[in-house]
């Protein structure tokens, strides 16, 4: 299956002054699990990091994305995940190849795809990171590519700004863009509702998924460092 890339540019950009890096603490909540963790957004002249780590009695989990920023656009390097909870074990990383124009995968699933370089390709982290500079820079409607972790299909979303909402977090009112993500040429019904406060850097103060299967969310808790 062929597809395609951003080209690797030799020129990098540091990311977009308004999208602030962070450290902060979230919990995830679905029907399975409750846990706390921190989320950690480090970018520093076009190379930058994205993870989750969280661990309790039952469970930990541990994401991360390392990326490229490029005029803008992500590009990937790799994605790991790491799940251990009793329920389900579940380790892989991706390898984003630009030399070979490969994408692979190692671990629960194992495979790899041919790829050519004229289409954005992004994982489940950084693709937040498109989202945060598209916002930032004014793009209100736009789709993305996310690989699909089991077999390396490439999977369309569209994004939109969906409206503002006012969530409260520590005692202070933020307005948030509403940012709603559904999958394209799918029957699928799961919605993802991104809040982004502007005034927190782009920050996620809430992120929701819901489908007639089932709902999770992830609610900031403590910022730790912004910017």
């Given at each position: 299956m062929i597809y395609k890339l951003?080209?690797?540019?030799?020129?990098?950009?540091?990311?977009n002054a308004e999208v602030k890096n962070y450290s902060a603490e979230y919990e995830f909540i679905s029907e399975e699990i409750t846990i706390a963790g921190t989320r950690a957004l480090d970018i520093n002249e076009g190379l930058g990091s994205l993870?989750?780590?969280a661990k309790n009695l039952l469970a930990s989990m541990f994401f991360e994305s390392k990326f490229r920023v490029i005029d803008g656009k992500v590009i990937s390097d790799s994605y790991k995940v790491r799940i251990k909870p009793k329920f389900?074990?579940?380790?892989?990383?991706l390898v984003f190849n630009h030399e070979n124009n490969t994408i692979s995968s190692n671990g629960r699933d194992n495979w790899i795809v041919e790829v050519d370089k004229n289409i954005q390709i992004l994982d489940p982290l950084n693709?937040?990171?498109?989202?945060?500079l598209n916002?930032?820079?004014?793009?209100?409607n736009f789709s993305l590519n996310l690989i699909d972790l089991e077999n390396g299909a490439l999977e369309s979303y569209q994004y939109i700004v969906d409206g503002v909402k006012t969530i409260e977090f520590k005692d202070e009112l933020y307005d948030c863009m509403v940012v709603?993500?559904?999958?394209?040429?799918?029957?699928?019904d799961k919605v993802t509702l991104y809040f982004v406060s502007k005034d927190l850097g782009y920050m996620f103060i809430q992120v929701q998924e819901s489908s007639e299967k089932r709902e999770q969310?992830?609610?900031l808790i403590e910022l730790l460092s912004l910017g």
């Open positions: 951003i080209p690797v540019l030799l020129l990098s950009l540091t990311i993870s989750f780590k389900v074990n579940r380790d892989q990383e693709s937040q990171i498109q989202l945060k916002i930032a820079n004014n793009v209100n709603k993500r559904i999958k394209l040429d799918s029957d699928s969310e992830l609610q």
